[in-house]
């Protein structure tokens, strides 16, 4: 399955400016002490989170998760989407333990004294069946990673294999990596010892975005898109969206940040 290079290009080109605006961000500057980053966490953790649900709300589009069992979609958008889940639902942590990308990010918290307690709530009452937004709206979340979450669910809502890939893909995959090197700072090695699983989880999150994960998911937009120019269309229209949300997202943050 080719990546459909000519493409690829063309949408990244068109996003060029709203990707730098996302990288020249004031609140990597500000994200400069152990407070600072705690409370970066408690807001982003969200956003770990309802990756994990675009990631499953793929799966479900591109292979069967029914029983019986029966062929469906494309083999090759199959293997690459089972190939990510894989990842980021048991990857390993730093003694080799299988566990999520998104476990892996409130142990991180638990280990630096960020407060869990929002997002455990949040999590505890999808587990007894309460839905997103209610869950939502009656937890003490900030107001503009509730639209980060409900933009994400939204596109889930849409049904359109091709607009969720492209979600997936120039909203996280292919943005995340600078994101994170923007953010790595020198947090580190200020805060030896308090920040070794939030160190992992980037570096690890920076490794298999940039070589692996984001090279399949573009792979997954061109067969999905085909030659369709509706779809490439659409699919612009989605990153770009994603991105002005991740943007509100990082301000909403930056103003908690700087109080």
């Given at each position: ?113 960020a407060d869990t307690q929002v997002i455990n709530d949040f999590i505890k009452g999808l ?133």
């Open positions: 399955m080719p990546i459909n290079q000519k493409r690829i290009q063309w949408l990244q080109q068109e996003l060029r400016p709203h990707r730098e605006a996302l990288m020249q961000h004031q609140l990597y500057q500000n994200v400069q002490t152990l407070a600072s980053l705690r409370t970066f966490m408690e807001h982003h953790v969200f956003a770990v989170w309802d990756f994990m649900s675009l990631l499953k709300s793929l799966q479900r589009h591109l292979t069967c998760v029914e029983v019986p069992w029966t062929p469906h979609g494309n083999p090759g958008n199959r293997r690459l989407i089972n190939e990510i889940v894989l990842e980021e639902e048991t990857d390993v942590d730093v003694d080799g333990q299988p566990i999520s990308h998104f476990e892996l990010y409130v142990r991180a918290m638990e280990e630096c004294g587990q007894q069946g309460k839905a997103v937004y209610t869950m939502l709206e009656n937890l003490p979340v900030p107001g503009n990673t509730q639209d980060f979450v409900k933009h994400t669910f939204q596109i889930i809502q849409s049904g359109q294999a091709h607009r969720i890939a492209a979600a997936f893909t120039f909203g996280r995959e292919d943005v995340i990596p600078d994101m994170f090197r923007c953010l790595i700072s020198d947090l580190g090695r200020r805060y030896p010892g308090t920040l070794d699983t939030y160190q992992y989880y980037i570096e690890r999150h920076i490794h298999l975005d940039d070589e692996v994960h984001s090279p399949l998911a573009m792979q997954m937009v061109s067969v999905l898109c085909g030659d369709d120019d509706q779809k490439w269309d659409e699919c612009l229209e989605e990153a770009v969206a994603c991105h002005r949300m991740r943007l509100r997202l990082w301000d909403g943050i930056c103003l908690q940040v700087c109080q």
